[in-house]
């Protein structure tokens, strides 16, 4: 099992960060020690002093595809949930200014919260989902699968052509505005179209 991770795929998102809007689909990968599994607790790294929430919409390959047409994408996952990508965004900065690759703030262990998944026939079409997140009871992310630059089809189609997607293997589809920073003892509970897809708190 992979992580595939993509970035800047909200453009109010991309502001937030002042980052360049993408022309492709941008994305990045975690290895399987990054999941912490549905309602488990996540614990803040001791090399970061500045760890983000990233709410996304995620989907779980159900079989084996290389080169995929994005007419055809659908037929590669089945189901549909919600995840949290944490990133450490001191680290992040820090690589980005000095020109380096930053999979040391995206992923390190534990990075990849991976929450609930529902069947896609009993939701709305993939690219009409609504989501959101609570932070200590208050909502700090609420986004929109349209909002997506790039469609859930387009990303499967366009990361297969580079990187084969195998069985369970889960992308991570992006985040929209609204990310912080996240202290010992938060709250977060994230929500797929009023279905809640994870329950966890921070240490």
Known sequence: MKFICIGRNYAEHIAELQHAPP????????????????????????????VHYETEVIVKINRLGRSIQE?????????IGL????????????????????????????????GSFFPKEELPDAQDLHFHLLLNG???????????LFSIDKIIAYVSRF?????????????????????????????LEERKAFDFKVK
């Not at 995840?83 to 930053?102: H, M, N, S, Y």
């Not at 208050?138 to 997506?148: A, E, L, N, S």
């Open 138 to 148: 208050q909502k700090v992310q609420c986004g929109h699968t349209r909002d997506m």
């Open 23 to 50: 022309s492709e689909p941008v994305f990045f990968m975690k290895p399987e020690s990054a999941i912490t599994r549905c309602n488990r607790p996540f614990f803040i790294p001791d090399f970061s002093k500045e």
């Open 71 to 79: 007419r055809f994408a659908h037929r590669y996952y089945d189901e």
């Open 83 to 114: 995840g949290v990508d944490f990133t450490a965004r001191d680290l992040q900065r820090k690589c980005i200014q000095e020109g380096e690759p930053w999979e040391i703030a995206k992923a390190f262990d534990g990075s990849a919260v991976v």
């Open 163 to 191: 990187v084969m997607l195998k069985m369970g293997d889960i992308i991570f589809t992006g985040t929209p505005v609204g990310v912080g920073a996240v202290h010992i003892n938060d709250h977060l509970q994230g929500f």
